[in-house]
C-alpha cells in the first residue's frame, strides 16, 4: 500500500561522494556539477522535452531520493525527495496519473517526516485526481487521525472501506479512531465534572443570595478574594468594606453577620473603648459624628449565572452603560445608612445594589467636606 512500511527515520550523517554516480542519483549537488556529462545531458534533454516527461523526471528523482533517503535513514534526502515532486507538480502536467502519484508519494514523504497536515492535504488532493486511491485514502485517514481530525478521518475510512472491506491498514486505524474518540469524550467529560464540582460551591452560595433577596453588581473597588459565606444555620455573613474620601483611608470588617445592627459594628469601632484613629488628628470621627452612606443603584445587578461566575473569580466584562447614572428614574445618589437597621435591612432597600460586597463611605457630621461631598462637588461616580 505504502512505498515503505518503514516511519524510522532517524538523522544520520549525508550520503556523499557522488563521483562514480549518474547524475539522476546524486543525493546532494557535487561540486562543479554543471561540468558533469551527466548532468549536462540531462539539463539539455529537460529542455527539450515536455511538462509530462519533466515531471516523469521529477517523479523519478523523488523516488531515487526517497530510496536511497529510507536506507541510510537521511532526514535531508527525504525532503529533497518532497522538493522533487513539488517541482513535478507545479509542471501542472495534463497526465492524471502521473499528478496522481506526485501526490500520493509527497503524502508519503510527509507521513514519514511527521508532516500530517501536508500528508493530508495531498491526500486529499490525490483523491480529486482518483477517489478510488486507497493509498490515498490510508494516508489521509492516517495523517487525519494524528490531527485529531476525526470526522475527516471517519469519512476517508468509510471511503475507503467501501473499495476495500478486508484492509487490514484501514481497520486498524478505524480501531485507533474509535479509541481516539473514547479517550476525547471520556476527558472531556472528566473536565466537564470538575469544573461542575469547582463550581459547585459557587453555585451553592449563588442560590442563598438570590433566595434571600440580595442584588450585586460589579465591584466599585478592588474586592479580591472577599466573599460572603452562609454559616450552619443558614445566615449570610458578609466581608463589608468601609471608605473614608476625605483622607483614602478605608477599613475592612471581615464577618459581619446580615443580622448584627449597624450601630453594634460602629459602637466597636468609634466607641469610646475603641483605639485611638492614627490618621484622625482633629478628632471629628468620633462615634457620635460618624455617619455612614452608601450608593444607590450602583449598577445594573447580575443575573444568577453571572453571580456564579463571580463568585468564583470571573466577573462579567463591565458595561459603561451599566454603572451609576448621575440622570434619570434609576440615578445614583448618597443614602445616609440607618444605624439602627440590620445589615440585611440596610442592603435589603429597594435602590441598594450591592456593589461586589457591602461597600459604605464613611463621613463625619457637620462638616465642610460632607457638605461638599453631598453636594457633589467631589464627583465619585
Known amino acids: ?28 549537488m557535487p561540486d562543479n556539477a554543471e561540468e558533469h556529462p551527466d548532468y549536462i545531458a540531462m539539463k539539455a534533454l529537460e529542455e527539450e522535452s515536455t511538462p509530462e516527461e519533466r515531471a516523469e523526471n521529477f517523479k523519478q528523482q523523488g523516488n531515487n531520493k526517497l530510496r536511497v533517503g529510507l ?33 500520493n508519494n509527497r503524502a508519503h514523504v510527509h507521513s ?15 483523491l480529486q485526481l482518483e477517489p478510488a486511491s486507497i493509498k490515498a485514502v490510508f494516508r489521509g485517514a492516517r495523517a487525519a487521525l494524528k490531527l485529531g481530525q476525526w470526522d475527516v478521518c471517519g469519512q476517508l475510512l468509510q471511503q475507503g472501506l467501501a473499495l476495500e472491506p478486508e484492509a487490514a491498514e484501514l ?47 460589579l465591584p466599585e473597588v478592588h474586592v479580591g478574594s472577599k466573599q460572603p459565606y452562609v454559616d450552619k444555620q443558614g445566615a449570610l455573613h458578609w466581608p463589608v468594606m468601609l471608605l473614608y474620601p476625605e483622607t483614602g483611608q478605608q477599613d475592612v470588617i471581615e464577618d459581619w453577620h446580615e443580622e448584627d445592627l449597624v450601630a453594634e459594628h460602629l459602637d466597636v469601632m468609634f466607641g469610646p473603648d475603641a483605639p485611638s484613629i492614627d490618621w484622625d488628628t482633629a478628632g471629628e470621627y468620633s462615634r457620635q459624628r460618624v455617619q455612614l452612606y452608601y450608593l444607590s443603584n450602583a449598577g445594573q445587578p447580575l ?5 456564579v461566575g ?8 463591565r458595561d459603561p452603560q451599566a454603572g451609576p447614572k448621575r440622570y434619570g428614574s434609576s440615578s445614583s445618589h448618597w443614602v445616609p445608612v440607618d444605624e439602627s437597621l440590620s445589615l440585611r435591612q440596610v442592603l435589603l432597600a429597594p435602590d441598594h445594589v450591592i456593589p461586589g460586597v457591602p461597600l459604605f463611605w464613611v463621613l463625619a457630621r457637620d462638616t465642610q467636606y460632607q457638605a461638599r461631598f453631598l453636594a457633589e462637588e467631589l464627583r465619585r461616580f
Request: contains cysteine; charged residues 25%; aromatic residues 4%.
Open 171 to 217: 481497520l486498524q486505524i478505524q480501531q485507533e479512531l474509535a479509541a481516539s474518540r473514547k479517550q476525547h469524550e471520556d476527558q472531556q467529560a472528566a473536565q466537564a465534572a470538575a469544573r461542575e464540582a469547582a463550581l459547585a460551591p459557587s453555585r451553592k452560595l449563588a442560590a442563598a443570595i438570590v433566595l434571600k433577596g440580595y442584588r450585586l453588581t
Open 112 to 126: 514519514l517526516l511527521g508532516n500530517w497536515r501536508s500528508a493530508l492535504q495531498d491526500s486529499l488532493a490525490a
Open 1 to 28: 500500500m505504502s512505498d515503505s512500511d518503514s516511519e524510522d527515520i532517524t538523522p544520520s550523517q549525508p550520503v556523499n561522494d557522488n563521483a562514480d554516480l549518474p547524475a539522476l542519483f546524486w543525493d546532494s
Open 303 to 307: 443575573e444568577q449565572d453571572q453571580l
Open 71 to 103: 536506507k541510510s535513514k537521511n532526514r535531508l534526502l527525504l525532503r529533497e525527495a518532497v522538493e522533487a515532486y513539488t517541482k513535478g507538480l507545479a509542471l501542472k502536467c495534463s497526465d492524471t496519473q502521473l499528478n496522481l502519484a506526485l501526490h
Open 310 to 317: 463571580a463568585l468564583h473569580g470571573k466577573w462579567p466584562e
